[in-house]
């Protein structure tokens, strides 16, 4: 697949739907107290960074990038699309934050993301690229619904 990742506004109605199918899959799953994701108005802040994945004029996929401190990010809003799961699009939007945030200094990456057998292919995509299970991080606290993971980054 030539998946494309470009920077995006969250202006367009495609955004705003997969965005949408996003949380709404994140609230049937999790309880309202353990649902983290972000909605639209919290993405469009200054210390996020939200990208879209396009295959071709197709919107497959999303993720975005949280700065915590100027030596840590945390990933947000990673989804994608049920048609194209298991095909590449997580690795890839996970390849770009990783790039993006290794460029901007970060020394360890953190995300935290459910313990529900739904998010076992999250879990494991991010096990995968070198993240490790963690205590609660920034605002976060211990969440039986919830698992922290984190990874250090290589900066060059």
Request: proline share 4%; with cysteine.
């Given at each position: 697949?030539?998946?494309?990742?470009?920077?995006?506004?969250?202006?367009?109605?495609?955004?705003?739907?997969?965005?949408?199918?996003?949380?709404?899959?994140?609230?049937?799953?999790?309880?309202?107290?353990?649902?983290?994701?972000?909605?639209?108005?919290?993405?469009?802040?200054?210390?996020?960074?939200?990208?879209?994945?396009?295959?071709?004029r197709?919107?497959?996929?999303?993720?975005?990038?949280?700065?915590?401190?100027?030596?840590h990010?945390?990933?947000?809003?990673?989804?994608?699309?049920?048609?194209?799961?298991?095909?590449?699009?997580?690795?890839?939007?996970?390849?770009?934050?990783?790039?993006?945030?290794?460029?901007?200094?970060?020394?360890?990456?953190?995300?935290?993301?459910?313990?529900?057998a739904?998010?076992?292919?999250?879990?494991?995509?991010?096990?995968?690229?070198?993240?490790?299970?963690?205590?609660?991080?920034?605002?976060?606290?211990?969440?039986?619904?919830?698992?922290?993971?984190?990874?250090?980054?290589?900066?060059?």
């Amino acid at each position: 697949m030539d998946i494309k990742i470009r920077v995006d506004d969250l202006r367009s109605r495609a955004v705003a739907d997969l965005l949408n199918a996003h949380l709404a899959t994140m609230r049937a799953q999790s309880p309202p107290e353990s649902a983290h994701a972000l909605d639209l108005e919290q993405l469009r802040v200054p210390d996020v960074t939200f990208w879209t994945a396009w295959l071709g004029r197709e919107l497959i996929g999303m993720g975005a990038l949280k700065e915590l401190n100027p030596q840590h990010g945390e990933i947000k809003s990673m989804h994608t699309r049920n048609t194209v799961r298991r095909r590449g699009t997580g690795q890839a939007i996970l390849d770009h934050i990783l790039s993006v945030a290794r460029s901007r200094g970060y020394h360890r990456l953190s995300l935290e993301t459910g313990s529900m057998a739904a998010f076992a292919p999250a879990r494991s995509l991010y096990g995968r690229n070198g993240f490790s299970i963690c205590s609660p991080f920034a605002d976060y606290r211990e969440d039986p619904n919830s698992v922290f993971m984190t990874r250090s980054l290589d900066v060059g």
